[in-house]
């Protein structure tokens, strides 16, 4: 299986802080990573998904860049709503599709 | 909107199957492009992609559960199911199921989740 690691595992942050958490894969995946943030008690949503594409309506302030090994995930502005656990996940060729650790973001 | 919603029973004895179906409205799942698939979370973990189904009934499974694990579809009833077999306490976890989009394989929506506990 492609092992995905997130860094850092947690984030302090304030609100209008730019916050980036980075993923990286244990071989090149190309572009097929996508990015999902959860909350506490729910299901994960998917923020970004092939590296780099913004999932319908999600805010503008999320941005994804990066292929091969290293990826990240950029908050511009961190906004109250914004505190969670970010998730990175490949689907590069076959399954089963590897999520990261997980970075939890706190005020 | 599509929404989908786990259902089946919160505990689970030890050997026992696991036995779980996701009810999807808002949307067909005759219709192509999409996958529906089941993901687990245990507790502080990470997620952990279990598998999915095809509208035709083809199957992809994690290697890691394929050997207790089987998926089935319903499309009369719009409900595609998970039974996991000879279950352990490992199995503990919060069982979701999704729709994956063909080509792209990004999840979603996603269902709430369901707490799926093993214990005697």
């Known amino acids: 299986d492609i092992q995905m690691t997130q860094s850092p595992s947690s984030l302090s942050a304030s609100v209008g802080d730019r916050v980036t958490i980075t993923c990286r894969a244990s071989?090149?995946?190309?572009?097929?990573l996508n990015w999902y943030q959860q909350k506490p008690g729910k299901a994960p949503k998917l923020l970004i998904y092939a590296a780099t594409n913004l999932h319908a309506g999600v805010s503008s302030g999320f941005s994804g860049s990066g292929s091969g090994t290293d990826f990240t995930l950029t908050i511009s502005s961190l906004q109250p709503e914004d505190f969670a656990t970010y998730y990175c996940?490949?689907?590069?060729?076959?399954?089963?599709?590897?999520f990261g650790q997980g970075t939890r973001l706190d005020i | 909107q599509v929404q989908l919603q786990e259902s089946g029973p919160g505990l689970v004895k030890p050997s026992q199957t696991l036995s779980l179906t996701c009810t999807v409205s808002?949307?067909?799942?005759?219709?192509?492009?999409?996958?529906w698939t089941w993901i687990r979370q245990p507790a502080g973990k990470a997620p952990e992609w279990i598998g999915r189904?095809?509208?035709?009934?083809?199957?992809d499974y994690n290697p890691s559960l394929k050997s207790r694990l089987t998926l089935s579809i319903d499309t009369s009833k719009n409900q595609f199911s998970l039974n996991l077999r000879s279950v352990t306490a490992a199995d503990t976890a919060v069982y979701y199921c999704?729709?994956?989009?063909?080509?792209?394989?990004?999840?979603?929506?996603w269902g709430q989740g369901t707490l799926v506990t093993v214990s005697s």
């Open positions: 189904i095809y509208n035709n009934g083809n199957t």
């Open positions: 071989q090149s995946i190309s572009t097929y």
């Open positions: 999704a729709r994956e989009r063909n080509a792209l394989w990004w999840l979603d929506p």
């Open positions: 996940q490949q689907t590069y060729s076959s399954t089963p599709y590897t």
């Open positions: 808002g949307a067909s799942i005759s219709r192509g492009s999409y996958y």
